[in-house]
């Protein structure tokens, strides 16, 4: 049981949590980005097992009674911490941890460029005429967040940050609509009123995992993505496609998650959507960067942990800041606009 499943102290974290990790975002106040965790309470929060906070040092035993009581009776001295208190220090390890997370492991492009999104004309557009965006982050478990030590610290979450950020005078809502074990059919069920009705100008699409560990059938997966995709732009949105994570259960069916990738691949490129290689850039960290698997993935060998996500968004951000285009927006920003920095 992981700290945020902790029914006892859940209440107490939900007290605390938001103040204490939104200062540990240090994010500029004049920007109004929205989130909005469309979480599903029923699938909790997995805690990745390196990033345990130290336990606190065990109170004196019975080998020195007369110094624990009188310590216990000296008004001098603090009282014992209790069990709010732990709570609380416990948000602030979680919130320490993510606002260094870039200090301890540098966040790198893959060696050579991802390839480009291409141009995302909605949300150029609607940040030209200086009118709200709103991005729907569409998929399964690694969309809503499974694997991260908080809700803050998802993909969707991290990414609005960095548009936060990157465009501060802006009215820009990110809104989590990943459900946990979800593939292509499940999702073309909700997908008029998970985003279509929602109207909203990029839709990112996460999707391809499950049907890899389900052998699921790759034509028909094909068949529904490009009917989804086809659907999400007549309603007139930006769409990018984002393909499996580079993980050990995911890899361990090479050949099945090979086709997902090169099916997406072909699926961006016959409707001019924007791609974003997931699997390529996780399989670089550990191939090329020497990153061990399990610095950026859980130890259930599927979901990323804070770091992965924090990084994936990150790279994912950078892409969409590139799409959209600095210079037709007047953004001040440098020109090479793959530089990466502590979150």
């Known amino acids: 049981m992981t700290f945020w499943n902790c029914h006892r102290y859940r209440g107490i974290v939900a007290m605390f949590a938001g103040a204490l990790l939104a200062s540990a975002a240090a994010l500029p106040a004049q920007a109004q980005v929205t989130v909005h ?31 624990t009581n009188s310590a216990t009776n000296d008004p001098s001295l603090p009282p014992p911490k209790t069990l709010t208190a732990k709570a609380i220090d416990k948000v602030k390890q979680v919130a320490k941890s993510a606002s260094d997370i870039f200090s301890r492991v540098p966040c790198l492009p893959p060696k050579g460029g991802a390839q480009s999104l291409g141009s995302l004309p909605h949300v ?22 499974y694997g991260s030590t908080a809700p803050e610290f998802t993909y969707p979450n991290r990414l609005a940050a960095q548009l936060k950020r990157q465009y501060p005078g802006a009215n820009i809502t990110v809104i989590n609509a990943g459900v946990g074990g979800e593939d292509a059919p499940e999702m073309m069920k909700r997908l008029q009123t998970a985003v279509i009705d929602v109207h909203p100008d990029l839709v990112i699409w996460q999707v391809g ?135």
């Open 37 to 67: 965790a469309a979480l599903n309470v029923t699938a909790p929060t997995q805690t990745a097992q390196t990033q345990a906070s130290p336990q606190t040092a065990p109170a004196p035993t019975s080998e020195a009674p007369a110094s």
């Open 124 to 145: 150029a557009n609607k940040l030209i005429a200086g009118q709200p965006v709103v991005i729907i982050a569409f998929g399964s478990s690694s969309t809503q967040g």
């Open 209 to 343: 995992t499950n049907a890899v560990l389900r052998n699921l059938d790759p034509a028909e997966t094909q068949k529904l993505v490009e009917d989804g995709v086809a659907r999400i732009q007549a309603s007139g949105s930006d769409i990018v496609l984002v393909d499996p994570q580079y993980s050990p259960r995911v890899y361990e069916r090479a050949e099945s998650a090979s086709k997902m990738v090169r099916m997406l691949n072909r699926v961006a490129s016959v409707r001019h959507v924007g791609l974003f290689p997931r699997f390529q850039v996780m399989r670089e960290w550990h191939e090329n960067q020497s990153l061990p698997v399990d610095s950026f993935v859980i130890s259930d060998g599927l979901h990323m942990n804070d770091w992965g996500y924090a990084c994936f968004a990150q790279l994912l951000g950078d892409d969409i800041i590139k799409s959209v285009g600095q210079i037709k927006l007047g953004v001040n920003v440098p020109a090479e606009v793959r530089t990466y920095r502590p979150m």
